[in-house]
């Protein structure tokens, strides 16, 4: 079956740096566009990051632009969130998600929280 395994989140001090992986399996990596998303308490999901299927092309939400950076390894079926200078706004549980026309599938999500 499907599986979008993310990792790499956990609690930084404003200004620091995480990088989030999301290790796919089950799918055919490169037929897929990928996506990071994230959600904060009380808030609804929301997209941050998308690349497409071969990486040559990227898109960011505003807040982010400048600062994060989202990459793919096709031959490793993995997607790279690089996510620098943080700030307390991006705490959230960020998700990976793969899509493919109507088709997509979701990871479970990783935690990362910004605080001093």
């Known amino acids: 079956q499907v599986q979008l395994v993310e990792s790499g989140g956990g609690l930084v001090q404003p200004g620091g740096s995480l990088t989030l992986s999301c290790a796919a399996s089950?799918?055919?990596?490169?037929?897929?566009?990928m996506g990071w998303w994230r959600q904060a308490p009380g808030k609804a999901r929301e997209s941050v990051a998308f690349?497409?299927?071969?990486?040559?092309?990227?898109n960011y939400r505003d807040s982010v632009k400048g600062r994060f950076t989202i990459t793919r390894d096709n031959a490793k079926n993995t997607v790279y969130l690089q996510m620098d200078d943080l700030k307390p706004d991006d705490t959230a549980v960020y998700y990976c998600?793969?899509?493919?026309?109507?088709?997509?599938?979701w990871g479970q999500g990783t935690q990362v929280t910004v605080s001093s």
């Open positions: 998600k793969a899509s493919s026309g109507f088709i997509e599938y």
């Open positions: 089950g799918l055919a990596f490169s037929t897929y566009a």
């Open positions: 690349i497409d299927r071969s990486g040559s092309a990227t």
